[in-house]
């Protein structure tokens, strides 16, 4: 059904956003793919992507900076009009709030929020003139609940949260039920298997096995006891593409075991 649509992924050279990647050219987009990595990384992440018959390309840019987002929407918009843009990319670092060094602070802000003000003030206002638009922003179980030593992470991932409210109510009466119309959600996962959380894992050993940190990790917040898959966030974001989820939006949409529930 995302024939003839292209659809931009930030933060799609790995994990979750390469997933979705993955999904929406399964669905027939055309996929923009963004991220860093050796060009080993990056080669292997666009063949993947593009072993689903729909064309891959990948787009380089640093997206903590503004100057570089600019030139990476415009090289894209030049080899499609954006209909779907996935705002992935993001970091995170954990440590005391009194630790946090400063240019943490400045990096995750301008990755896990900035760059997405800057995507979607980009690309909106083309959705809107087309009739048809979806902004999915994976943001987190910390857009809706905090966690400690997390500081610039939730910060970041409840501000994307509040951002996504304020575009979905501007572009909410454009296109139609026919078109699909324009949506802004975000997605907000609990604990994903990927190399983001690697290092808490390992933090949670305790002298034991991966497997122990695993545990450990769920058992403090996930009551499900399980993680999720980067496809299974990728399977949501693809439904949210769909016309009938054209009154899906202004959603955060946990998948987070029970998580939030608590
Ligand atoms: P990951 O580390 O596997 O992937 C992160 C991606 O962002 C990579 O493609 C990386 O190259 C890219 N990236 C990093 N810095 C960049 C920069 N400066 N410019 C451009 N791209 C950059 O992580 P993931 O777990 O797949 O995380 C993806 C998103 O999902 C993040 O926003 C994260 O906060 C969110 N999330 C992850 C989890 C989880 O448990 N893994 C849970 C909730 C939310």
Redesign the pocket.
């Known amino acids: 059904f995302l024939q003839g649509r292209t659809a931009l992924v ?9 997933a979705i990647a993955q999904a929406l050219a399964a669905a027939g987009a055309r996929v923009a793919v ?4 050796t060009p080993e990384q990056i080669a292997s992440a666009l063949a993947s992507v593009a072993a689903t018959g729909s064309e891959a390309r990948h787009f380089a ?4 900076r503004a100057d570089e987002i600019g030139t990476l929407l415009d090289a894209v918009q030049a080899w499609g009009a954006i209909d779907v843009l996935v ?6 670092h954990a440590a005391p709030l009194a630790e946090q060094p400063a240019q943490k602070w400045d ?1 995750i802000i301008a ?2 929020l900035s ?1 997405a003000f800057h995507t979607m003030q980009q690309t909106l206002p083309g959705m809107a003139e087309r009739g048809y638009g979806r902004v999915v922003n ?5 857009g809706l609940v905090a966690s400690k030593n997390k500081a610039p ?1 939730v910060a970041s ?1 409840f501000g994307i949260v509040g951002l996504s409210k304020v575009a979905a109510l501007e572009y909410a009466s454009a296109g139609s039920r026919d078109s699909g119309g324009v949506t802004v959600n975000c997605v ?10 690697e290092p808490q894992i390992q933090a949670h050993r305790n002298g034991g096995s991966r497997e122990d940190g695993v545990r450990a990790l769920l058992e403090e917040k996930q009551p499900s006891l399980r ?2 898959l ?1 496809e299974d ?1 990728a399977s949501m974001v693809v439904w949210l593409c769909r016309r009938e989820a054209h009154n899906v939006t202004a959603a955060a949409l946990p998948m987070d075991g029970g998580w939030t529930a608590q």
């Open positions: 930030t933060g799609s050279t790995s994990g979750i956003g390469l963004n991220g860093l990595g840019a640093d997206l903590r705002n992935c990319a993001g970091i995170q990096d990755l896990n760059a994976i943001a987190s179980v910390h992470y991932k907000c996962p609990g604990w994903v298997e990927t190399p983001l959380i993680m999720s980067p966030i």
